[in-house]
Nanobody, 119 residues
Framework: QVRLVESGGGSVQAGGSLRLSCAYS????????MGWVRQAPGKEREGVAR???????RYADSAKGRFTISKDNDKKILYLQMDSLKPEDAAIYLC?????????????WGQGTQVTVSS
């Protein structure tokens, strides 16, 4: 059974940092594409970043230069390091596994972790 569990969300002031984690199990994620999306109230779900099995990464324009996605296959954890956070980054962040053609779309999803950024 595929399982994705996010953690690391919280409240931070603008300019601060957070590192999100997504523990995964039940699948061969070492050879899979994984990533992060976010959803803010009243907005559509937005792809943030993804990483393939080779370690190639892709970011949304809003995340470039501030966010870093990485994956530890031995620990089975996907990370999203978020620096220089802005109030508009506030959202529920979800990790996904098995990338689909559309950036930010995945076959499997976690439940999400809340990120709040105060100005």
């Amino acid at each position: 059974q595929v399982r994705l569990v996010e953690s690391g969300g919280g409240s931070v002031q603008a300019g601060g940092s957070l590192r999100l984690s997504c523990a995964y199990s039940g699948y061969s994620f070492s050879t899979s594409c994984m990533g992060w999306v976010r959803q803010a109230p009243g907005k559509e779900r937005e792809g943030v970043a993804r990483i393939d099995w080779r370690g190639n990464t892709r970011y949304a324009d809003s995340a470039k230069g501030r966010f870093t996605i990485s994956k530890d296959n031995d620990k089975k954890i996907l990370y999203l390091q978020m620096d220089s956070l802005k109030p508009e980054d506030a959202a529920i962040y979800l990790c996904g596994a098995t990338c689909r053609a559309t950036f930010g779309d995945f076959a499997y999803w976690g439940q999400g972790t809340q990120v709040t950024v105060s100005s």
